[in-house]
């Protein structure tokens, strides 16, 4: 049973404007904005994605507001509303459409957020989990709703799969899911919640998502494909969560793919940080250490080459 506190979830996730549908609905006010390039936000923060610029001044028409992050224009008083645009599929800040209060008038406030199914994941838990290393709460935010969607997806659904999943990306990506490797200039370079890296990833998950990441690898840290990739990495490059029944972060770390060393046991630590959140107390049997079969750099392997790595010669299963 989590200890959580309440958070609302983000209603919109993952949206790319090609899947919008254009037409307004009839109760939508028709505005005007004042910004030469007005950034739209699959919500109405300041850390969510920009899922498409609106060239301008433009008219929009806007079918409900909600209160958000607060945004300071030059010449008008600061305010905490955003506009949701239908058209658009997003969010805009009042900031920056013409009108003389911080609020809009004749415009309803939109629905309240649904709160997360209950097993879901907040960003209290992983706060309460990994503490410092959350260094963008509303970053992290932002990505929960496609991050717990892609942990159902992938059965990460028990404490240990969990404890592992979630160490395992504070340590990869600080559970951001639009952030790229510091300094990796190569074309094919860790992004992501995972840090996908390398063709021979880029171009599998690709295939299996019919999205062509190897032509535009940038989708790798959208969010609309951050989480999903994560998950078909987790299940399908690898098989990951028998690792994390077995309590063997070891192997998990060896499945993810990057020498052995020091940062093993940093990752084995936040699992151990993470079981004890989820379930109240740390069981003993968890294996930091790996294998030496497992104690080079096994990222270029696929699944098969990766599995045989555990099978004794001889022996059977």
């Known amino acids: 049973m989590f200890k959580r506190a309440f958070t609302s979830a983000l209603a919109v996730a993952g949206v790319v404007a090609t899947s919008l549908v254009a037409a307004t609905p009839a109760h939508a006010v028709a505005f005007q904005t004042t910004a030469a390039n007005l950034n739209i936000r699959s919500d109405a923060i300041l850390?969510?994605?920009?899922?498409?610029?609106?060239?301008?001044?433009?008219?929009?028409?806007?079918?409900?507001?909600?209160?958000?992050?607060?945004?300071?224009?030059?010449?008008?008083?600061a305010t905490t509303w955003w506009a949701h645009?239908?058209?658009?599929?997003?969010?805009?800040?009042?900031?920056?459409?013409?009108t003389p209060g911080t609020k809009l008038p004749g415009v309803p406030d939109c629905p309240p957020d649904p709160e997360p199914p209950a097993d879901d994941v907040t960003l209290a838990d992983v706060q309460a989990m990994f503490g410092t290393r959350i260094a963008n709460p509303s970053l992290v935010q932002t990505g929960l709703p496609s991050l717990n969607q892609a942990m159902r997806d992938a059965n990460i659904n028990t404490p240990y799969r969990k404890a592992a999943f979630l160490a395992t990306?504070?340590?990869?990506?600080?559970?951001?899911?639009?952030?790229?490797?510091?300094?990796?200039?190569?074309?094919?370079?860790?992004?992501?919640?995972?840090?996908?890296?390398?063709?021979?990833?880029?171009?599998?998950?690709?295939?299996?998502?019919?999205?062509d990441l190897l032509g535009n690898p940038e989708l790798a840290r959208s969010l609309q494909w951050s989480a999903p990739i994560a998950r078909w990495y987790w299940t399908v490059a690898r098989n990951i969560n028998p690792m994390a029944d077995a309590l063997n972060m070891g192997k998990v770390n060896a499945a993810i793919g990057y020498p052995a060393g020091a940062e093993d046991q940093r990752r084995c630590d936040s699992f151990k940080n993470a079981i004890r959140y989820l379930t109240g107390s740390v069981p003993g049997g968890i294996i930091c250490t790996r294998p030496a079969a497992y104690a080079g750099d096994t990222s270029k392997l696929t699944r098969a080459q990766f599995d045989a790595l555990g099978q004794t010669p001889g022996a059977l299963g």
């Open 47 to 77: 850390s969510a994605s920009v899922i498409k610029v609106l060239p301008g001044p433009t008219s929009v028409e806007v079918d409900c507001q909600k209160s958000g992050d607060s945004v300071t224009v030059p010449g008008r008083a």
């Open 85 to 98: 645009l239908p058209a658009h599929g997003g969010y805009a800040t009042v900031g920056y459409i013409n």
């Open 169 to 211: 990306l504070v340590h990869e990506s600080r559970l951001e899911y639009n952030i790229r490797e510091i300094g990796d200039t190569r074309l094919y370079g860790g992004r992501g919640y995972i840090q996908l890296t390398g063709d021979f990833n880029y171009g599998p998950a690709g295939r299996y998502f019919g999205i």
